[in-house]
DNA sequence: CTTGCTCCTGTAGTCACTACAGGTTGTAGC
DNA sequence: GCTACAACCTGTAGTGACTACAGGAGCAAG
């Protein structure tokens, strides 16, 4: 299997393969006589968990370790835990920072009497420092 | 004034102010004999709403037009509006999927019994392909 | 034997900053 | 006048997670 059927399989673009190779994510794959990367079904579900876990907004130094986790079955699973629950709370803590902006710009929108700038809503808004 | 000054009364950092001279959205200010950078007034209220509009979550591009309408006030404000709507739409984008995030994130750490990797939902969960 | 596809490496671009190197200018104290 | 030191200057490089491209090699089909 070459990096195009990879690239199919997972969905993730080949430059990103090779951009996870170089920063570690992915372990440097085997190689054909021509130099070509070969990669087998563990490289299907390896990426297919960093996609995963990068879809849910761990960094890739986050993914870097819950692989590791992952292929010690018999370690504590107190670091996943310790990791997801971090990532939970930045997400908590995002979801409350846009709330906050989506009813500012729905104020905007709302209030905009689609007339000229000067009695514009959206720009008064924008000018006006928050109280 | 100078750029520490401006940066002390606006909360934005000196670099950052070059930054968004060198990027256009701040014109070129005026320069004392030995070459330094002096703001007024307007320079404070512009770099406010530019800082307003980023902490919104609009882009330097997205600042830029708005700027220019700004300085426009008899021009239609429909072009701020639609700026605005779009920001609107993707932030309500945003929340949706970090609500998602949070479901599955959520549904990890409460499942976890903090056990041995073997058993864990949260290594379980990233391993799974989304239903 | 040419076309076209996939692959290779290496480098640079993206966004919005941030940091740093190496230099000049201004100010305050002695 | 001398010495510190802060504030400023330019220019360049680093961040994270990609993405794009240049320039070349290998391989299969027509």
């Given at each position: 299997m070459?990096?195009?059927d990879l690239s199919r399989e997972t969905g993730v673009n080949i430059e990103t393969i090779r951009y996870y190779e170089r920063s570690?994510?992915?372990p440097p794959p085997a190689r054909q006589d021509n130099g070509?990367?070969?990669?087998?079904?563990?490289?299907v579900r390896r990426l297919g968990f960093i996609r995963?876990?990068?879809?849910?907004?761990?960094?890739?130094?986050?993914?870097?370790?819950?692989?590791?986790l992952q292929e010690q079955p018999q370690a504590s699973c107190a670091d996943?835990?310790?990791?997801?629950?971090a990532q939970l709370d930045e997400v908590e803590r995002r979801i409350a920072r846009l709330?906050?902006?989506?009813?500012?710009?729905?104020?905007?929108?709302t209030e905009c009497r689609k007339?000229?700038?000067?009695?514009?809503?959206v720009i008064e808004a924008l000018s006006t420092p928050l109280s």
């Open positions: 070459q990096i195009g570690g994510v992915l070509r990367r070969v990669y087998d079904a563990a490289d995963h876990a990068r879809d849910l907004g761990f960094d890739l130094q986050s993914v870097q370790t819950l692989l590791a996943a835990s310790r990791i997801a629950q709330q906050n902006l989506q009813l500012e710009l729905s104020r905007m929108v007339g000229v700038v000067a009695e514009c809503r």
